[in-house]
């Protein structure tokens, strides 16, 4: 198949999701044509079956707001038509469904019809997209695709409940390419970060206020009270600073290494003994899941779609949210008793298991195929 794929080229999960998703099919044979502003994060090479085709936005002076939606659209009508596409995947409903519907009408000019896929990831729907400014557009930019899938099954039920929603919503979880990571990072170099007797705690996020990154601080000074420990945060963005702040005030900031933007996660999680997600909000949570390859416990809320993730007892601990106290009581019972946290850890390696990408892949390919299908019918009638 010659799929065209859609979505962020930035370091949020439905980027690494589309990319290795991407990456995955063209090892299977398919043509993988990725439309983007950028090239993804993840996408470090190019082979024969990947192509990549950037939107470039000219600025104009008389546009307050540069029209994104505008030329995606029209390079999707480019490309699906010079490439002969048989099916677009779009990750992310805002603005990358709309765009892709709008190129769907255009190419109907020409008489191609092409199935459009929209996987939904979270904040397109719980904090973007269900806004009154955009939830008519992305109610039907929804119900308009042929394919929708959510990452979760609260994400799904989530969707159903604030939208109008007319059309099936598969379940197709996020995945990890599980033999990759536990052959590639078996010795892991721990004394580059920490002292032999210090438990290293991990947390990787774009340190947005839903990620509530000063309770990473807060449980971790509250470990750090009882153990020696050091807290490894990776990724940048807005709530770094009150972080940093907040570091200070309780006299951990030195304990503290803020790597910013890496593309050196696995290595870190390689030796990581603990992995912190206090997040408000979250639909699947692939920090957690990219966590537990590498066989490291996660204390976590119980928000969202995480405990379809992290289990409870098993894999790790949840709380609810902001109960710094009961995160920081289960990250010392596992952290204090070496044999329980090695169980955990083989515990959280073995449930990652089920999320590999060769359990989740032909989820995907069977919904193109179903989506062709879908397409030849509408062109007959
Ligand atoms: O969490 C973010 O800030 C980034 C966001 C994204 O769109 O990349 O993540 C969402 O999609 C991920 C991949 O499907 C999920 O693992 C995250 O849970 C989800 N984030 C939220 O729901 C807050």
Redesign the pocket.
């Known amino acids: 198949m010659k799929i065209a794929i859609v979505c962020?080229p930035t370091y949020?999960?439905?980027?690494i999701?589309a990319t290795e998703l991407g990456i995955e099919l063209a090892n299977r044979g398919h043509e993988i044509h990725f439309i983007t502003y950028k090239q993804p994060v993840r996408l470090a090479y190019l082979s024969r079956n990947i192509h990549y085709h950037q939107v470039i936005i000219q600025e104009y002076p008389l546009f307050h707001y540069q029209p994104y939606e505008l030329a995606l659209s029209s390079k999707l009508a480019n490309t699906i038509k010079s490439y002969d596409i048989d099916v677009l995947h779009v990750h992310?409903a805002i603005p990358h469904a709309y765009a892709g519907l709008m190129a769907q009408q255009m190419l109907l000019e020409d008489n191609i019809r092409i199935p459009m896929v929209t996987t939904l990831?979270?904040?397109d729907i719980?904090?973007v997209g269900s806004h009154p400014f955009y939830k008519p557009a992305v109610n039907y930019s929804i119900n308009k695709s042929d394919i929708v899938t959510a990452?979760s099954r609260d994400l799904r039920k989530n969707t159903l409940d604030i939208f109008d929603i007319k059309n099936e919503i598969y379940h197709v979880p996020?995945f990890v390419k599980v033999d990759k990571v536990q052959n590639d990072y078996k010795d892991c170099d721990r004394e580059l970060m920490a002292e032999p007797e210090e438990k290293i705690i991990t947390h990787v996020s774009?340190l947005?206020e839903?990620k509530r990154i000063p309770d990473v601080i807060k449980v971790f000074a509250k470990i750090n009270r009882k153990i020696r420990s050091r807290l490894i945060i990776i990724g940048d963005g807005p709530e770094r600073e009150k972080a940093t702040q907040l570091a200070y005030e309780l006299d951990i900031r030195k304990n503290i290494l803020f790597l910013g933007k890496s593309d050196e996660i696995d290595k870190v999680l390689c030796f990581s003994d603990l992995f912190l997600l206090p997040?408000e909000?979250?639909?699947?949570?692939?920090s957690a899941l990219e966590a537990m390859v590498h066989g490291v416990p996660v204390i976590s809320t119980n928000t969202?779609?995480l405990p379809e993730v992290n289990k409870q007892g098993y894999s790790g601990f949840m709380s609810d949210v902001g109960d710094v106290d009961d995160m920081a009581n289960n990250a010392l019972y596992l952290l204090k008793n070496e044999e329980l946290l090695d169980k955990f850890k083989e515990q959280a390696r073995n449930l990652a298991k089920t999320y590999d990408l060769d359990q989740i892949i032909p989820d995907y390919i069977k919904l193109y195929e179903k989506a062709l299908v879908m397409n030849e019918q509408k062109l007959i009638s």
């Open positions: 962020y949020g999960g439905s980027g999701i992310y990831h979270g904040t719980t904090l990452v996020n774009n947005r839903v997040s909000k979250e639909s699947f949570g692939l969202g779609g």
